[in-house]
């Protein structure tokens, strides 16, 4: 499994840490990004970067490869994940 993998979550968010583990228990290997711990100019960059994913700005979001996945979608995570 050699996909690009990154989540944007909030630190707050039951739905972003229920996806954090879900990717754990999958043995995903992910980069994650809490926005709300950022600051300043780079949490302008982050957000920006999101809005071209999912306009909405919800989270958690999740890219997979190409694939975007918006909230706790455990089957639709797990599909991208093994295709």
Do not use: Q
Request: with cysteine; proline share 2%; aromatic share 8%.
């Amino acid at each position: 499994m050699n996909k690009n993998v990154k989540l944007y979550a909030l630190s707050t968010c039951i739905h972003c840490k229920n996806t954090k583990e879900f990717l754990d228990e999958s043995n995903a290997e992910y980069d994650c990004c809490y926005v709300d711990k950022l600051e300043g100019d780079e949490r302008t960059r982050v957000i920006e970067e999101i809005k071209k994913l999912n306009p909405s700005l919800s989270f958690p979001t999740l890219c997979i490869g190409n694939t975007v996945i918006v909230g706790y979608k455990k089957d639709e995570i797990k599909k991208a994940l093994e295709s």
